[in-house]
């Protein structure tokens, strides 16, 4: 029965991307009962496989995704100074290595998983815990996936068009149809959906060390002129520094990643925070590096112009290999996007178990394993934040929901060392770290409601007051209205799936 969860934390290292909740949904084909097994306990399962290098991949795998392909020319035009971005980019680096470390005392003292979910648990109680929740299962993932597949489709279609600025509804179809072929793949197999993160993973990292290395050669060559004067025209607005927080920090988004796997890190008091400290400022860098790369061959002007940089980047460096650039561009999205709808299905499958969502959005399809429910209904709001937003509008609308919920951990780690003070915690960090982490994720909400309030941030907000209103009916009290049942079995013929006790029978 050893290799029940065959597809572990530690292959998925390799992929990088596939967040780290593999070992728990992944239910290889092969042998039902184990797969079964698999879901139905996965505490009891859960081997410790991943190691300092399979941490620190699954780390950088799953923040290096679509943003430094996007976000250059949003964070320039926000901050108006080359100078200013380039503190900024750094500042996210250092902004997320401090609250990955604070996440670091919160998973090496609660072990269990869902990260967030957990946490707010112990520290404020269900009610807290059910909110994050439905905010990550109805805005959250979707959203990722929505932004990652609109990057995908943005450098997909300029590969086609040469001069002209592609047509907007050419691009979003392109997402929607990016989004269907990875919820077909997602479906289809875990297997699949593995493999696919592993080759998708390798194309991430060419395009990085490609664009790397051609800066640095630009760099050797002396082409400097844009690097100098860099904060002329910088903006002193918080509101837009906040907003450019915004913008840089969704490149950085999925430094809490191997907090979903503490379950199954070897020696994770050594080797999270260990994982961490390697893996964030090794990102940083590479962001870092790219963005002077990026500087090298085109104005800021023209930075901001170009509607894809990195295509901008290899048209002028990589002579008649110029293809090249957006083809690992649209290969690396792929995968981002494909990890992320792998793990939304995982996270929306954990939640409704627990009785926080609709019971058939935990219910996996009876021959393949996948829970396809849950990555349906996850692909059909992606496809509607796709026809609805923007890149930029919907990376507002993620970030600043997203650091409502970091704060919160924040705020959970300060308000634990008070009620909690003798629990066993191996790696602590200095309260000072939460405590400016918390202060910064303040700052990160405020500042861009009050100097600039968007609809957005009221679509985040009634979201989450929505998701109170269903609270108490429905999980407190657990009334179930009664037409649900015929739904469900309705859903439940049509989708081919089963609740994942039924497996045993
Ligand atoms: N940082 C990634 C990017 O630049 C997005 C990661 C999405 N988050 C996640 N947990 N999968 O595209």
Known sequence: NGNGTSVTAGDAAGGGETDASLSEVAVPGGDKLEGADAIEDDAIHLKRRVGLFSGVALIVGTMIGSGIFVSPSGLLIRTGSIGLSFIIWVACGVLSLLGALAYAELGTMNTSSGAEYAYFMDAFGPMPAYLFSWVSTLVLKPSQLAIICLS???????????????????????????????????CYSVNLATGVQNVFTAAKLVAILIIICGGAYKLAEGNTQHLENVFKGTTYSLGNIATAFYTGLWAYDGWNNLNYVTEEIKNPSVNLPRSIIIGIPLVTMCYALINISYLTVMSGIELIESEAVAVTFGKRILGVMAWLMPLSVTVSTFGSANGTLFAAGRLCFAASREGHLLDILSYVHVRRFTPAPGLIFHSLIAVAMVMSGTIDSLIDFFSFTAWIFYGGSMLALIVMRRTKPNAPRPYKVPLIIPVVVLVISIYLIAAPIIENPQIEYLYAALFIVAGLIFYVPFVHYAIAPSFMDSVTVFLQLLLEVAPTQSMFD
Request: glycine residues 0%.
């Open 152 to 186: 995908f489709s943005k450098y997909a279609v300029e590969a086609f068009v040469s001069e002209c600025e592609p047509p907007n509804s050419v691009v979003k179809m392109v997402a929607v149809l990016a989004i269907a072929v990875i919820l077909y793949i997602n």
